[in-house]
């Protein structure tokens, strides 16, 4: 089955730089790439995803890039602010199978201090 | 985005008890809902799967008879957490389907504490 790995586990930066997350998958057949930020003891929330017949993503502040050949997408925040601190999730899926489950990365925790 | 509720938000219960946390979808149809649990400082775990007037699929490892979920409506999602155990504390969180996969939301999650 499809497994997600997501790096960095912890991430911390100063407000107005940049923070890049990087996910891979290992079923060439997903096709779908939603990312998810969760607020400390809320659920998880859809920021931006990605289909895999494009390349990239831009809304706003928040950018997805997909390489599809070798399996990586990453999520990118430009100018951060303190209110994007949050746990930040990948997660992958096969939409063309049955069984469409999402599978998420492990987390990575975005602290963006002022 | 749409919106999915969870009731309650928060619950303790003593051990040896029952507790129902319900999952709605307040905009939209959800031909499809997940339970998910998730641990201190960990990704979340899909619990199981269940379409409206079927029963549950659940994952491997997770068990059916206690955690009873129950699809009722296309709005309205059930888990019932039966003889709870101190180690079924945790926070669970649904989320529901619409039309297509595209269209999943989470709920805020409920936080379960056993004593």
């Known amino acids: 089955g499809e497994n997600v790995e997501q790096h960095p586990s912890t991430l911390s930066v100063q407000e107005g730089d940049s923070a890049v997350i990087k996910c891979t998958y290992s079923d060439s057949a997903s096709n779908y790439f939603p990312w998810y930020k969760q607020e400390l003891g809320k659920g998880p929330q859809l920021i931006i995803d990605i289909r895999s017949n494009v390349g990239e993503k831009k809304d706003q502040r928040i950018a997805v890039t997909l390489n599809k050949t070798a399996k990586h997408f990453s999520l990118h925040i430009t100018e951060t602010q303190p209110e994007d601190s949050a746990v930040y999730f990948c997660?992958?899926?096969?939409?063309?199978?049955?069984?469409?489950?999402?599978?998420f990365g492990t987390g990575t925790r975005l602290l963006v201090s002022p | 985005g749409a919106v999915v509720s969870q009731h309650p938000s928060r619950v303790i219960c003593k051990s040896g008890t029952s507790v129902k946390i319900e999952c709605r979808s307040l905009?939209?149809?959800?031909?499809?809902m997940f339970w998910y649990r998730q641990f201190p400082k960990k990704s979340l775990m899909l619990m199981a799967t269940?379409?409206?007037?079927?029963?549950?699929?659940?994952e491997q490892g997770v068990e059916k008879d206690k955690f009873l979920i129950n699809h009722a409506s296309l709005t309205l999602s059930t888990l019932t957490v039966t003889s709870a155990h101190p180690e079924d504390s945790s926070f669970y969180i649904c989320s529901a389907r619409g039309q297509t996969v595209y269209e999943q939301y989470f709920g805020p999650g409920t936080r379960l504490t056993v004593t």
């Open positions: 905009d939209f149809q959800a031909t499809t």
């Open positions: 997660a992958a899926l096969n939409v063309n199978t049955g069984f469409q489950k999402l599978v």
């Open positions: 269940s379409n409206e007037g079927s029963k549950a699929t659940y």
